[in-house]
């Protein structure tokens, strides 16, 4: 019985295993991308660094005079419009200092207005209408003292920006030019970062650079090297660079880490949209297209240019995938529907 059970299995899969297999991968729909056929080569020069976002202007703000705090009409991280009054502290004692400084000015001005009609008369001698002139000007300029003292109790933003830190409280006893707050203008800012003294005399003054900030989805901007210290970092021996970039919109916030690419020496290859290119573990790839097949292939990314990342490894005639990508594998058939 078991040896005939052995037969009717053996025969199964003698069936089996004659019958053809079928091929799985023909029955799959072709996978629907967009190709960019390279033609010709482009070039930049380029170095990597790593840099923070900074403010470009910072400015900490305070009263001249002292006194205690009345007012606080802003708040830590408002923006502020130039000429708005961010505090106030008291100011009674400036205030009556203006009214004495008003009277004694308008008592010499009285004076002097008596005195030149006699003057033009020839009836007073020069040394008292000197003294007199002497007096009003004096009395001026203590009246303009005392104005400029009682404006001073008020705190006004010098120009446009954003309140980045706040030191004082309402009821606050303020020191003469003790720092309230910091605006800081964010309109446009600055990136710095360090390059070492081996690369620091081919960078110049206007260079262009790239900006890729991994906060804002690598989001890459473009600027020009602004200022170049000159004294280096006695521990690290590196020198700060640091390029402006426009921040019209506030996107870019102090503080943010972002990658730099700078131009310092000529690299050659083909620029290549940034979204298509991955990192896999054995470096950077990919999707060309070749008898109708999806491939992956390594390059290597040397720079970048307004056009996207210069890339180092493909030909002039290869179709790079720049769309439909993240559905692709090995060997995958594909049909090209735009290019």
Request: net charge neutral; glycine share 6%; hydrophobic share 40%.
């Amino acid at each position: 019985m078991k040896k005939g059970l052995y037969i009717y299995l053996a025969v199964v899969c003698c069936f089996l295993s004659c019958k053809p297999k079928t091929d799985y991968s023909k029955l799959r729909r072709p996978i629907q991308v967009e190709v960019l056929c390279l033609d010709s080569t482009s070039s930049c020069v380029t170095h990597n660094y790593v840099g923070e976002v900074e403010e470009a202007v910072s400015l900490p703000l305070s009263l001249p005079l002292g006194g205690k705090v009345t007012g606080i009409f802003v708040s830590k991280n408002e923006r502020v419009r130039a000429g708005q009054v961010l505090l106030t502290i008291d100011s009674v004692q400036q205030k009556n200092a203006l009214v004495s400084a008003r009277a004694t000015f308008r008592q010499a001005k009285d004076g002097y207005d008596r005195l030149k009609k006699v003057h033009d008369e020839g009836a007073v001698a020069d040394v008292k209408w000197v003294d007199m002139q002497t007096q009003l000007q004096r009395a001026e300029a203590m009246l303009a003292i005392a104005q400029k003292n009682l404006d001073d109790c008020v705190l006004r933003a010098p120009q446009s920006g954003v309140v980045s830190e706040m030191n004082v409280h309402e009821g606050q006893q303020l020191a003469p030019a003790q720092p309230a707050l910091r605006l800081i203008n964010v309109s446009g800012v600055n990136v710095a970062f360090s390059v070492p003294e081996a690369e620091i005399a081919a960078i110049n003054i206007s260079d262009e650079a790239a900006i890729i900030v991994p906060a804002l989805a690598d989001e890459q901007f473009f600027g020009k090297v602004t200022e170049k210290e000159l004294i280096a970092n006695r521990i690290s021996h590196s020198y700060t660079v640091r390029v402006a970039l426009p921040n019209n919109d506030g996107r870019c916030m102090p503080g943010m880490m972002c990658k730099v690419h700078l131009k310092a020496q000529e690299k050659k290859g083909f620029a290549i949209p940034a979204k298509c290119i991955t990192t896999t573990e054995k470096g950077t790839a990919l999707w060309v297209i070749s008898e109708g097949k999806a491939h992956r292939k390594i390059v290597d990314a040397v720079g970048f240019t307004n056009e996207g990342i210069l890339v180092e490894g493909l030909m002039k005639g290869d179709s790079v995938v720049v769309n439909g990508y993240s559905n692709l594998y090995e060997n995958a058939q594909v049909q090209v529907v735009k290019q």
